[in-house]
């Protein structure tokens, strides 16, 4: 079977071929694993190659997963094939919420012309405020931000006209 | 002594108050939000109020339903914990007023020490020096003085404190601008929009005295702490003793400290915050009158249960213990675990802590607030669990440090453990050259670049296994038992992460 994930912002894909007996062949990007994988519950899987043995621990939270190899921590988002990002991260011109949080402050309105680098939109969460500010010079094509509301990370605000 | 003392609080300090109440005999009641129900510290408790919806001015910061929910569980006295309330002068004397009592200093002491104005005055008034500054609310009378002292300056809440809501500014088109967000975030975080500016010292340290007093005007010491470590002002790995303070220099730091506390016949325990700078003078920066998220250090080295002594302070009225026979011994430190994205410019992180597991070895002490299958609102601080090692000497409890951290596991929610894992790694910490903008001059890029880099193919190919074998742990289970890992690195080989072995 053949995944795409998403690592930072590269697209990353694996294919994963059963040999039977628990072994695998793994093709990460154009490196060629093989390896056998014991589920040891608990979402732990031991995974065996010629050169030793490591554990790892894989938990789903949505279409994130946490990766524990030993001690040290990562984490991928599971997409689609397409080719590109899943969460569309980063083509909004950074106008999208960075966090999950609080809009207190809505500071343009549709239609406004704004200059490259003027505060959008203030958004706060755990006592921090964050400014989104306009990418470029430009209008404002498309506001969906109200203040007081609350907004999840990465959901799209504001909406520009290409500088 | 208090049968039953009110936490007005959450989170790990909620929790780890309920431990020394418990110990003492005294039962602990928590109160939560609409958003913390269930949370750890409720689980802790013998009983919970709810106080009302999730921001924290309907809940946590919500006085008439702090007092209605202490009167209403028979509550002799209130501990306010850190942030929230706990500086809230008009908090303190709500709760006297109510005839319960607060644990804390009274609302007089509070209210001239959380004016970080009037605080500065009585410093140099017993002859400590202050940082250059300025105050008031008019943004051409702030823009003139941060002139004269120049820039960079910094803007702080005037009734603030723990480095929450401050800003660094370097001229005066960014002081004018950043006005209006630091007096928004003064007001929901202290319930007062006034700030002031203050000159930011370059190369400086922050050392940090720990006082008690009795009220009377008896007041000890118990030594220092080193919290130089800081991301944007918030300290994230903190120490006792300090490699930067020799006996002389602590003397002096220690004197001055006491000197402050005793000018208001403090009561209870507070902090009395210093600059160090490179040439060995110290500025008076500010005094917390409450307990410090740091404060673990301190407990450890002294031997001495901080909670414990504000409870008999609050109690009975005098110090439980004698300045002379006070010690502080071997060395400790703490590293805090927040819920942010240490590899997307700290972003604060909100969710279900799926899966937890903290250390467990001898010489590591955790203040957790989460177990496995916790929530994570978006509405408080993103602090988590404060993890705690200790050794005879600087070198031996780091490396615990180092080792318990990587015994730390948070999957549902990001983590600063990465950072935290390179930063108790990091040659400069361990020769103790750093100073309060060390982390963001020197250290982030690197660590920034290391956290950006490609992921090893293991790591892939095991997120894609357990998706194939239906192997992927979601386990809500609160005990945060999970399988000890095998060390990686037998295998490690092409896989091994960059700059990570």
């Not at chain 2, 689980?43 to 109020?49: I, L, M, P, T, Y």
């Not at chain 2, 009592?101 to 959380?114: A, L, N, S, V």
């Not at chain 2, 407990?299 to 010690?327: C, K, N």
């Amino acid at each position: 079977m053949r995944s795409a994930w998403l690592d930072g912002g590269r697209l990353r894909t694996v294919d994963v071929t059963p040999m039977g007996g628990g072994r695998y062949r793994l093709t990460v990007d154009d490196v060629t694993l093989e390896l056998e994988a014991q589920p040891m519950g608990e979402g732990s899987l031991r995974l065996v190659t010629t050169d030793g043995a490591v554990v790892a621990q894989v938990t789903a939270a949505g279409a994130r997963r946490f990766v524990r190899l030993g001690h040290l921590d990562f984490t991928v988002e599971r997409t689609v094939a397409s080719g590109r990002g899943g969460s569309g991260s980063g083509h909004a011109g950074g106008l999208e919420s960075p966090m999950p949080g609080v809009v207190t402050r809505v500071m343009v309105a549709a239609g406004d012309t704004v200059k490259k680098g003027q505060p959008l939109v203030a958004i706060e969460a755990m006592k921090m405020e964050h400014l989104l500010r306009a990418p470029h010079d430009g209008r404002v094509k498309k506001l969906r931000a109200k203040a007081g509301e609350m907004v999840g990370g990465g959901v799209p605000l504001v909406e520009m006209d290409a500088g | 002594m208090f049968r039953k003392v009110l936490i007005a609080n959450r989170g790990e300090i909620a929790c780890r108050i309920a431990a020394t109440l418990r110990e003492m005999g005294i039962r602990p009641v928590a109160v939560c939000s609409e958003a913390d129900r269930g949370a750890r510290h409720t689980r802790v408790a013998d009983e919970v109020a709810i106080l009302g919806p999730a921001e924290a001015r309907a809940s946590y910061l919500n006085i008439e339903a702090l007092i209605r929910a202490a009167r209403a569980a028979g509550a002799q006295a209130i501990h306010p914990g850190y942030g929230f309330l706990a500086e809230h002068a008009g908090f303190a004397a709500a709760v006297e007023d109510a005839g319960l009592i607060f644990i804390g200093p009274t609302p007089e002491q509070t209210r001239t020490m959380g004016d970080k104005r009037a605080a500065r005055a009585l410093a140099g008034g017993v002859g400590v020096p202050v940082v250059p500054g300025a105050e008031g609310d008019d943004a051409d009378a702030l823009a003139a003085a941060a002139k004269k002292i120049r820039y960079p300056v910094l803007l702080k809440p005037a009734l603030g404190g723990g480095g929450k809501g401050m800003a660094v500014v370097g001229d005066e088109a960014a002081l004018r601008e950043g006005l209006e967000g630091a007096r928004r975030l003064a007001l929901s975080g202290f319930g007062d929009a006034s700030v002031y500016l203050e000159k930011r010292l370059e190369h400086a340290r922050h050392i940090e005295i720990q006082v008690a007093g009795d009220g009377q005007g008896n007041v000890l010491h118990l030594f220092e702490r080193e919290c130089s470590l800081q991301r944007r002002h918030q300290k994230v790995m903190e120490e006792s003793p300090s490699c930067a303070v020799d006996a002389p220099l602590r003397e002096r730091l220690c004197g001055a400290a006491v000197a402050i506390a005793r000018a208001v016949k403090y009561r209870g325990v507070g902090t009395v915050e210093f600059l160090l700078g490179p040439d060995g003078k110290f500025y008076f920066l500010e005094m917390n009158t409450r307990l410090q998220v740091e404060h673990p250090v301190t407990e450890w080295v002294t031997g001495v249960d901080l909670v414990r002594l504000q409870v008999e302070i609050a109690a009975e009225g005098r110090l439980p213990l004698d300045p002379s026979a006070l010690a502080a011994r071997g060395h400790a430190v703490e590293a805090r675990v927040y819920a942010e994205d240490a590899a997307r410019g700290f972003l604060p992180q909100a969710g279900r802590a799926l899966r937890v597991r903290w250390p467990e070895s001898p010489f590591v002490r955790v203040d957790a607030g989460i177990e496995s299958g916790d929530e994570v609102p978006v509405h408080y601080d993103p602090i988590l669990a404060k993890v705690i090692a200790y050794g005879p000497t600087r070198e031996r409890a780091l490396g615990r440090l180092a080792q318990a951290l990587d015994e730390s596991m948070v999957h549902g929610v990001i983590t600063n453990l990465p950072f935290l894992r390179a930063l108790a790694r990091s040659p400069d910490v361990a020769r103790g050259r750093f100073d309060t903008e060390w982390i963001e001059r020197e250290f982030l890029d690197g660590f920034a670049a290391l956290a950006g880099a490609p992921v090893p193919e293991m790591v892939l190919a095991a997120a894609a296994l357990a998706e194939e074998l239906g192997a992927n742990g979601a386990s809500h289970a609160r005990d945060g038992k999970v399988t000890a890992a095998e060390d990686p690195f037998v295998t490690a080989g092409r896989w091994r992460h960059p700059g990570l072995s």
